[in-house]
């Protein structure tokens, strides 16, 4: 089973400033395989990115995805108060799919 | 508008079953893999099971495999998760979520169904 490290736990930041978030795996994961969602609380996740860079509809223009093989990143570029809340990154492989633990984007 | 409605959780005592639906609406559900997702209280999303459009093929997580039944009926648009055996471990909040290209990617979620295990 491949294994979906996040990091940071937990990132603290302002509005209007820039997240990065990271998704390590414990083995090659296809780009085409790499989604990201973002979960408020009492919420379903939301897809957000899909194939480690393609925008899901709807989605805005500030956040993007990056990487290839085992290092995958989301990107914020400037955040808006709508967008504190869980991030989890989730991949599909031949051993089944699975989650990262998520990372909480938290008002500074 | 696309729409994925659960039901059937609720309180169940360990060792119990529980039979979860998932009715679908504003789409061809019959061309569509789906998806189960748990999330226990306070923790992070969980994959638990996968079924391919005209329910030939299923995929289970190890958690599950053997007491878990995912299944569809295309004619009802209804997908179903059959719960046996369940643990205190199993408790959790259950998804049902559409799976844009077949590769993983759940575009729409339900918004979810408590099931409790406990004595």
């Known amino acids: 089973e491949i294994v979906l490290t996040q990091s940071p736990g937990t990132l603290s930041l302002s509005p209007g400033e820039r997240a990065t978030l990271s998704c390590r795996a414990s083995?090659?994961?296809?780009?085409?395989?790499l989604a990201w969602y973002q979960q408020k609380p009492g919420q379903a996740p939301r897809l957000l990115i899909y194939?480690?860079?393609s925008r899901a509809t709807g989605i805005p223009d500030r956040f993007s995805g990056s990487g290839s093989g085992t290092d995958f990143t989301l990107t914020i570029s400037r955040l808006e108060p709508e967008d504190f809340a869980v991030y989890y990154c989730?991949?599909?492989?031949?051993?089944?799919?699975?989650f990262g633990q998520g990372t909480k984007l938290e008002i500074k | 508008e696309v729409q994925l409605v659960e039901s059937g959780g609720g309180l169940v005592q360990p060792g119990g079953s529980l039979r979860l639906s998932c009715a679908a609406s504003?789409?061809?559900?019959?061309?569509?893999?789906m998806h189960w997702v748990r999330q226990a209280p306070g923790k992070g999303l969980v994959w638990v099971s996968r079924?391919?459009?005209?329910?030939?093929?299923?995929s289970y997580a190890d958690s599950v495999k053997g007491r878990f039944t995912i299944s569809r009926d295309n004619a009802k648009n209804t997908l179903y998760l059959q719960m046996n055996s369940l643990r205190a471990e199993d408790t959790a909040v259950y998804y049902c979520?559409?799976?844009?290209?077949?590769?993983?990617?759940?575009?729409?979620w339900g918004q979810g169904t408590l099931v409790t295990v406990s004595s």
């Open positions: 979520a559409r799976d844009l290209w077949a590769y993983g990617d759940l575009d729409y």
């Open positions: 504003g789409f061809t559900f019959s061309s569509y893999w």
């Open positions: 079924i391919n459009s005209d329910g030939s093929s299923t």
């Open positions: 083995q090659s994961v296809s780009s085409s395989y």
């Open positions: 194939g480690a860079s």
């Open positions: 989730q991949q599909y492989g031949s051993s089944g799919y699975t």
